[in-house]
């Protein structure tokens, strides 16, 4: 998939999520959801979407750490910048494929292989699920022990990739048995790169500090969402504090087993019905209340890569570099190169 696939990928991504959001308008009715956003405190817009950006600083910061543990070094806080965000713009992608831009424009910018920084998306991936697996799996007891499943799953995946990426001998049997695979044997040289990466990446001291820091970033999200409540009239108290840190987190774990298009349909339908069953919100609130939050932790993220991506292709284009990617991130020049 080239950059032009990725771009039709994104505006049928952004198509799906005017969709979702006329159908939540729609169940919510027009005139009634109306109501509910005049209702709104707006004055609290401003402080929702800075407390979203300490989430998005905190991530930044993680990036860096595993950007030094797979050993790219000179890299500049500046590009380091430009090429994270750049990948916030393609959160919405399916699958979050489009994050694999990010290993493609470090190569661009810094000449770090992709096959060594890819691992760096799992692993953020990873260590998220594992925060939102704690955050979550907390209210499970009180509010949702049904829902028991989705942190199990998560759970379960989350140990598993862990242990075999760190136990050689199984990890090696897999990457031998992918060499036998028509197509991806072709690929063989680059593997043992990309294992490298991953087998650094998943020391359990490395997970067990990512994973901490996780939690906090995604506790600036529950702010977020917390602040859209008491902006809707919902009592500012603890109970609807904790409340809303289950809600958010057990929507988005659903989202991320389903792997949709930044979680639509799934986090919009999650955090709806959860916020009208254990806060009592009215169904017009409810929507208003999970379309604020998808616009400052969703759609505010996607604008903010957007633009920073548009910054940093107009430098590449200006150096004379190409920008065409592949749906993994790797060109077949990449793959085909000697190392």
């Known amino acids: 998939m080239n950059l032009g696939n990725l771009r039709n990928r994104l505006l049928v991504s952004m198509l799906l999520g005017v969709l979702v959001f006329a159908g939540l308008v729609a169940y919510g009715d027009f005139r009634e959801v109306g109501r509910s956003f005049g209702d709104f405190h707006w004055e609290l817009m401003p402080l929702i979407l800075l407390v979203t950006c300490g989430n998005y600083a905190l991530r930044f910061v993680k990036w860096e750490y595993y950007l030094r543990q797979v050993g790219v070094e000179g890299l500049s806080k500046k590009d380091s910048f430009l090429i994270y965000f750049s990948g916030l713009g393609m959160t919405v992608t399916p699958g979050k494929v489009g994050e694999w831009l990010k290993s493609y424009l470090l190569k661009e910018v810094h000449g770090t292989p992709v096959t060594r920084s890819a691992p760096i998306l799992l692993a953020e991936r990873l260590t998220d699920s594992l925060a939102l697996m704690f955050i979550a799996g907390l209210g499970v007891i009180f509010f949702g022990p049904e829902l028991w499943w989705i942190v199990a799953v998560i759970a379960v995946g989350s140990i598993a990739a862990v242990a075999v990426s760190r136990h050689r001998g199984a990890a090696h049997g897999l990457l031998g048995l992918l060499e036998r695979v028509p197509f991806i044997g072709r690929f063989a040289p680059r593997f043992e790169e990309l294992y490298e990466s991953t087998y650094i990446l998943m020391d359990p001291k490395a997970v067990?500090?990512?994973?901490?820091?996780?939690?906090?970033?995604?506790?600036?999200?529950?702010?977020?969402?917390?602040?859209?409540?008491?902006?809707?009239?919902?009592?500012?108290?603890?109970?609807?504090?904790?409340?809303?840190?289950?809600?958010?987190?057990?929507?988005?774990?659903?989202?991320?087993?389903?792997?949709?298009?930044?979680?639509?349909?799934?986090?919009?339908?999650?955090?709806?019905?959860?916020?009208?069953?254990?806060?009592?919100?009215?169904?017009?609130?409810?929507?208003?209340?999970?379309?604020?939050?998808?616009?400052?932790?969703?759609?505010?993220?996607?604008?903010?890569?957007?633009?920073?991506?548009?910054?940093?292709?107009?430098?590449?284009?200006?150096?004379?570099?190409?920008?065409?990617?592949?749906?993994?991130?790797?060109?077949?020049?990449?793959?085909?190169?000697?190392?």
């Open 208 to 339: 067990a500090l990512m994973t901490g820091l996780s939690i906090a970033s995604w506790f600036f999200e529950v702010m977020s969402f917390y602040l859209t409540l008491v902006g809707l009239g919902v009592d500012g108290s603890l109970d609807t504090l904790l409340k809303a840190a289950f809600i958010l987190p057990i929507s988005t774990l659903a989202a991320a087993i389903l792997l949709t298009p930044g979680g639509l349909i799934v986090a919009e339908i999650g955090i709806t019905s959860l916020s009208q069953r254990l806060l009592d919100m009215s169904e017009s609130a409810a929507t208003v209340a999970t379309l604020i939050i998808r616009i400052a932790t969703l759609w505010f993220g996607v604008f903010v890569g957007l633009v920073t991506f548009a910054i940093l292709t107009r430098r590449l284009t200006k150096q004379g570099k190409l920008v065409d990617v592949t749906a993994e991130g790797v060109t077949a020049g990449d793959v085909a190169a000697p190392s």
